[in-house]
């Protein structure tokens, strides 16, 4: 599990299908629970995607937070220094914009295009 993969995107979603994955694996340790040893490696199962999960939602809700904060902190300094109220609301739309840009995923290169980038620096 590639830790970064996980976190891009909407950890809020992630977390819901952890948590669901959780409780099936949980329901299928109770099914099972004559056998003992797959009993244990279900309820291990269950235990991890649960504790992903939780912490996909912790996280989920963090990052949101400090982009309220963010959001609501920043521009208010600049729009200080801006004087103007159109000038304001504009400095507010362009610093929105840059902190939603940094949250979108990059496309991934190419082979073509890392080929190119190698050939171009030689």
Known sequence: MNLQRLLRGDPGRNSLLYLGIGV?????????????????????????????????????TMRAQKRAELEEQLPNWIVDAAGSTGSQS?????????????????????????????????
Do not use: C, H, N, W
Not at 40 to 46: F, K, P
Not at 100 to 114: F, M, W
């Open 24 to 60: 099936i694996s949980l329901m299928k340790a109770l099914a099972v629970r004559d056998d003992s040893a797959r009993f244990r490696r279900e309820l291990l199962d269950a235990g991890l995607f649960i504790g992903v999960g939780l912490a996909l939602r912790r996280y989920s």
């Open 90 to 122: 504009g400095l507010r739309t362009r610093a929105k914009r840059r902190l939603t840009s940094r949250t979108k995923a990059e496309p991934r290169p190419t082979l073509g295009d890392r080929a190119r980038r190698v050939l171009q620096k030689r």
